[in-house]
């Protein structure tokens, strides 16, 4: 049951440059959708979140659109630094009525930015 | 910058042992949550904690799973008889509200189940 899918396991950028990571969801129900930055070892750090009223938020280097119509999601990193090389999880959250705040990830994506 | 701790970082147990594994969630928050990572796979949720009772839980959370606060600051996960399938990353994680407030995540716990 993959509700949450983000189909590039990997990416590879130059520094300085644009990264921009894709997220796509099937539940209509979903209106708060996060990413997840993660290293190796350590616990998910929160990145920027986009609640499903709005098509984009913006906090520095960071912007997240969202595509409701599209059920599509991404994440825009500019420009992209060698320490922003980890593993990035798109997260979705939801359900109506019987919310309860947990969250559906994503695979992840896997960015390198080369210096 | 207030953060959630879990302990201990890593623990190896045979299988069939029950282990209780502890959080220490950012203290003016209410809800509660575990989650767990395969290695090479998805962080799935495993149950959401909130006035001391379960509000969700998914299939993973069975009969061998329970949770629980026991002192208004720790939230423990215990695994009554471990099974080499539950060797995984388990993070705990805590939200001040459920609407449209970001998750804060612990730094986990390695879990090798031999």
């Known amino acids: 049951d993959q509700q949450v899918k983000q189909n590039s396991p990997s990416l590879s950028v130059q520094e300085g440059r644009i990264s921009i990571l894709n997220c796509d969801y099937t539940n209509s129900m979903f209106d708060y959708f996060l990413w997840y930055k993660k290293y190796p070892a350590e616990g998910p750090t929160f990145l920027i979140s986009i609640s499903s009223i709005k098509d984009k938020n913006e906090d520095g280097r960071f912007t997240v659109f969202l595509n409701k119509s599209a059920k599509h999601l991404s994440l825009h990193i500019v420009p992209s630094q060698p320490g922003d090389s980890a593993v990035y999880f798109c997260?979705?959250?939801?359900?109506?009525?019987?919310?309860?705040?947990?969250?559906?990830f994503g695979q992840g994506t896997t960015l390198q930015v080369k210096p | 910058e207030p953060e959630v701790t879990q302990t201990p970082s890593h623990q190896v147990t045979q299988m069939g042992q029950e282990v209780i594994l502890r959080c220490v969630p950012i203290?003016?928050?209410?809800?509660f949550y575990w989650y767990r990572q395969i290695l090479g796979q998805k962080v799935e949720f495993l149950v959401s904690?909130?006035?001391?009772?379960?509000?969700?839980k998914s299939e993973i959370f069975d009969d061998q799973f329970s949770v629980e606060r026991p002192d208004g600051s720790n939230f423990t996960l215990k695994i009554r008889s471990t099974k080499l399938e539950d060797s995984a990353m388990y993070f705990c994680a805590s939200v001040r509200t459920t609407l449209r407030s970001e998750a804060f995540f612990g730094q986990g716990t390695r879990l090798t189940v031999v």
């Open positions: 904690f909130y006035n001391n009772e379960i509000s969700e």
């Open positions: 203290s003016n928050h209410l809800y």
């Open positions: 997260a979705a959250s939801g359900h109506g009525s019987s919310n309860t705040g947990k969250l559906i």
